[in-house]
C-alpha cells in the first residue's frame, strides 16, 4: 500500500508564486525524499530530509518534516515555467531492504 | 551520481505476448529496482535486484510474470510476460546512490502499450 500521500493532487500557480505541495505518511521512517518528474520521463531527486531533522533548503526548494504529526512540505518559492511537473514525496525505512514508497504526487503547473 | 540508460524507450505490444526491458548503469552498483507507474498514478516497486541472488518481489508481484536478471554490477533486465492491456505503464529501473546518501537515481523509464 502506498505510504505516501500527496495533497494538493493537482497544483496551478502563476510564474513567481511560492508552490507548496504536501506528503503525510503513515509509519516510523528514516527519512523522506522529494522527486520531480517531467512528463512521464524519469524521477530527479530533489531533497533529502532526515527523520531527526526539520527543515533544509536548497537553493528555492525549502522543505519541512514534523515527524509527530507525519507530515512533510515541500515549498518552491519564486517559481518557474521549467518548474512544471509532477512532485512525489517518498519515505525511506531502513529493514531487510532499505526501499523507498512514493507517494501519489501532486502535479504542478506554472504558467507563464 | 549514477547515469542510467533503458532499452527500449517505449514500444506497443500484443496482449499474450512478453517483452524485456534493459537497465545499462554507468558505475558499478550494488541494489537496482524496478518499479511501475500505471497511467496517471505513482510509482510501485515492483522488486530489488542484488547481483549474485534471487530478486526480492514486493507483495502482489511474482517472478513468473515479471522474471529479472542481474548478471553484473552495472546491468539488469525485468521482463514482462504473457502482457495483456493491464500491463500499458511506464517501467522504470534504479540504481541506490552506494555513497551512503539513501537516494536513488533513475532511468528515463520505458513507456509499454498492449494492446
Known amino acids: 500500500s502506498q505510504q505516501g500521500e500527496e495533497d494538493p493532487q493537482a497544483l496551478s500557480i502563476q510564474e513567481g508564486e511560492n508552490a507548496t505541495m504536501n506528503c503525510s505518511y503513515k509509519?516510523?521512517?528514516?527519512?523522506l525524499q522529494w522527486y520531480r518528474q517531467n512528463s512521464g520521463r524519469g524521477l530527479v531527486h530533489l531533497i533529502l530530509?532526515?527523520?531527526?531533522?526539520r527543515e533544509k533548503h536548497s537553493g528555492r526548494l525549502r522543505v519541512t518534516l514534523d515527524t509527530s504529526k507525519k507530515s512533510s512540505s515541500l515549498l518552491i518559492t519564486a517559481s518557474r515555467a521549467a518548474d512544471t511537473a509532477s512532485y512525489f514525496c517518498?519515505?525511506?525505512?531502513?529493514?531487510?531492504?532499505?526501499?523507498?514508497?512514493f507517494g501519489k504526487g501532486t502535479l504542478l503547473t506554472v504558467n507563464p | 551520481s549514477a547515469v542510467i540508460s533503458q532499452k527500449p524507450s517505449r514500444d506497443i505490444c500484443q496482449r499474450g505476448t512478453s517483452l524485456t526491458i534493459q537497465c545499462q548503469v554507468d558505475?558499478?552498483?550494488?541494489?537496482m529496482f524496478w518499479y511501475r507507474q500505471q497511467p496517471g498514478q505513482s510509482l510501485t516497486l515492483i522488486a530489488t535486484?542484488?547481483?549474485?541472488?534471487?530478486?526480492?518481489?514486493e507483495s502482489g508481484f511474482v517472478i513468473d510474470k515479471f522474471p529479472i536478471s542481474r548478471p553484473n554490477l552495472t546491468f539488469s533486465t525485468l521482463t514482462v510476460s504473457n502482457m495483456s492491456p493491464e500491463d500499458s505503464s511506464i517501467y522504470l529501473c534504479?540504481?541506490?546512490?552506494?555513497?551512503?546518501?539513501?537516494?536513488?537515481?533513475f532511468g528515463p523509464g520505458t513507456r509499454l502499450l498492449v494492446l
Open positions: 535486484a542484488n547481483q549474485g541472488s534471487e530478486a526480492t518481489y
Open positions: 509509519t516510523s521512517i528514516n527519512n
Open positions: 558505475s558499478q552498483v550494488t541494489m
Open positions: 530530509i532526515r527523520s531527526n531533522e
Open positions: 517518498a519515505t525511506g525505512r531502513r529493514g531487510s531492504n532499505y526501499k523507498l514508497t
Open positions: 534504479s540504481v541506490e546512490d552506494d555513497t551512503g546518501r539513501e537516494t536513488q537515481y
